[in-house]
């Protein structure tokens, strides 16, 4: 079972706008904030660069790293764990190979998605909220479409999708476990101070 401290505030990188040091200094300093974990999610960086960027994480946060949608990359670096999405390989899968111990995070954001959670440890459930930060996020499901999922999956679950320092303490009225964000932390020019607001908003 997965420690559920591990999930209360999962930082999601953007891109390496500011060059992989960069990229590594705005995890350390989210992760110095309070972010429990970073979920790296670099979609358009190939997987020889990925791992390399996995592996300096892993080195240098001091929380949990896993890798979104790459498990091989994820094993390959040495990282906590993966978090896939509804067309990637089934945690199932995923579960057989991977190393003991080792964390799967699932994407669901609506009933037919919820039959891909099966061997999962937790599920990112949203968007919560409306966001801008993932073209492909869909309609906002708010605190009763988020309710009705997490039951359904049976997993810890994580609110993704605009979730705030404002509004954080929505989804944990609902039930959740903790919350994930992207723009939230890395598309702030205070990474730190940032995952502070949302530590306080959330409790520790």
Known sequence: MIDLSTIRLIAITDHIRDGQTGLIARASAAARGGASCIQLRLKDVSARDLVGVARELVRSVGVPVIVNDRADVAIAAGAAGVHLGADDVPPSAIRRV??????????VGNDAEVA???????????????????????????????SRLAALAGLPAVAVGGVTAENAAIPMAAGAAGIAVISGVFGSSDPAAAARRLRSAIGK
């Open 98 to 107: 991977a190393p003991e111990g080792f964390i799967i995070g699932i994407s």
């Open 116 to 146: 891909n959670s099966a061997g999962a440890d937790y599920a990112g459930i949203g968007p919560f909220f409306a966001t801008g930060s993932k073209s492909d996020a869909g309609q906002a499901i708010g605190a009763e479409g988020f």
